[in-house]
């Protein structure tokens, strides 16, 4: 069994910043890409951040600049550093993991989400 556990969340002024973070932990033998997505009341879920195994990096047009995301491939995290927070930022932010549970087996796993919230 795999588990996520996000944090990070919260309260901050349009202009701040905030870093997330997301730890898988259980058994597997191995962590593949790690991708945040968020999602606004009353819209989709969209794609923000994704990392490579070896740290290739790709972003939504909407953050390019101001969100980075890294990975501790020895602690099994991963992490988005949010900077220049706009109110339109405002989601859950969810992380993603695919891991290999067995030699020929992969699964994806979802954090359980963390509420960033941008305003005045």
């Known amino acids: 069994q795999v588990q996520l556990v996000e944090s990070g969340g919260g309260l901050v002024q349009p202009g701040g910043s905030l870093r997330l973070s997301c730890a898988a932990s259980?058994?597997?033998?191995?962590?593949?890409?790690m991708t945040w997505y968020r999602q606004a009341p009353g819209k989709e879920r969209e794609l923000v951040a994704s990392?490579?195994?070896?740290?290739?990096?790709s972003y939504a047009d909407s953050v390019k600049g101001r969100f980075t995301i890294s990975r501790d491939n020895a602690k099994n995290t991963v992490y988005m550093q949010m900077n220049a927070l706009k109110a339109e930022d405002t989601a859950a932010y969810y992380c993603?993991?695919?891991?290999?549970?067995?030699?020929?087996?992969?699964?994806?796993?979802w954090g359980q989400g963390t509420q960033v919230t941008v305003s005045s």
């Open positions: 993603n993991v695919v891991v290999r549970v067995q030699l020929t087996t992969y699964r994806h796993y």
């Open positions: 259980g058994s597997f033998f191995s962590i593949g890409a």
């Open positions: 990392i490579t195994p070896d740290s290739s990096t």
